[in-house]
């Protein structure tokens, strides 16, 4: 009798055990967009959550509905009192999160960014695109379709002040500037990544502004809908009018394809998401990273090869 109590016993603590390990809860990465309701994000959510389906764990997609930088703050600081095992997020503004970032590092809390980068701030690395870099292409690209004329061109911004958006910029005027171009950024629009906002502002100011040659869009927030939804754009691209932009998306790329942006750059989100996760996964597991810059590159559409880069890049 005692001996069959001792063996039911016994199996009754190896089920126990069995059932503690099976609900053994998986490490959890916060992976923190600059605003959650923004379609390009949802690319950096499946490359993150492909991820943590090899590697085991858990992604946490969480962040504000619109890029709002003290919001933002909040949301990293409740992460931070959840004791979340790492943090992946997009800076709205370097300066404004800086301080965040080096709270949660100081709690033990790896985090490193991607898409916008803080590099004051205590994160161990950030992946994605050479911003620097893309905006320097795309001024190379408008040099050479200004073919020695002279152009007036409007910047269509996003947020000011984020760091990616800012470094277009950047390397888009000192591309300029280098090749001696004649080309005057005129005005810099500024849509608040409101993707609604920033077709409404588009096909308003090139209306009352016929006269511009050129628009330089450093995000794809205005070409996410129907190419029907800009006629006024539409026409002063007929018209000759020139158009470089960022993010090449499948709805991007019908802009390329109808004629209406000229040339398109892009930068690969799912890479931001898989790499990134990848790279902070293994810090918590004890590895060092071996660079603070993970480059997940950028690609290039334009009438030439528009045709192959929609085979490419997986359509919505």
């Not at 990134?276 to 009438?303: H, K, P, R």
């Amino acid at each position: 009798m005692k001996k069959a109590c001792s063996l039911v016993l016994t199996l009754v603590l190896v089920l126990f055990a069995f059932g503690a390990f099976a609900e053994e809860e998986l490490p959890v990465i916060a992976v923190v967009p600059k605003a959650v309701d923004n379609p390009l994000n949802q690319a950096t959510k499946i490359g993150a959550e492909r991820a943590g389906e090899e590697l085991g764990f858990e992604v946490l997609w969480t962040g504000t509905s619109d890029t709002d930088s003290a919001g933002q703050v909040q949301v990293i600081e409740s992460l931070i009192q959840r004791n979340v095992d790492g943090i992946l997020m997009s800076a709205n503004d370097p300066d404004a999160l800086k301080d965040v970032i080096n709270q949660a590092m100081d709690a033990g809390i790896p985090v490193a960014t991607w898409d916008s980068d803080s590099p004051d701030s205590e994160r161990l690395f950030y992946a994605g695109t050479d911003n620097y870099s893309l905006g320097y292409a795309c001024g190379e690209k408008m040099v050479e379709l200004a073919n020695g004329e002279a152009l007036q061109c409007v910047v269509l911004h996003g947020t000011p002040g984020a760091q990616n958006l800012e470094d277009r910029i950047t390397g888009f005027n000192d591309a300029i500037a280098e090749a001696g171009a004649d080309i005057e950024v005129v005005s810099i629009q500024t849509c608040n990544d409101d993707n609604n906002y920033a077709v409404d502002l588009m096909e308003s100011y090139t209306l009352a502004h016929p006269e511009i040659d050129a628009w330089y869009v450093i995000g794809g927030w205005p070409f996410f809908g129907s190419t029907d939804s800009m006629p006024n754009l539409t026409a002063w691209a007929a018209d000759g009018g020139i158009i470089v932009s960022v993010d090449t998306f499948w709805p991007c790329l019908q802009f390329v394809k109808d004629g209406i942006v000229t040339a398109q750059y892009g930068q690969d989100f799912d890479a931001m998401g898989y790499m990134g996760a990848t790279a902070l996964f293994n810090v918590i597991n004890g590895e060092e990273v071996d660079s603070d810059f993970i480059d997940t590159g950028m690609n290039y559409a334009d009438a030439g090869n528009i045709d192959e880069m929609l085979e490419i890049i997986p359509e919505w």
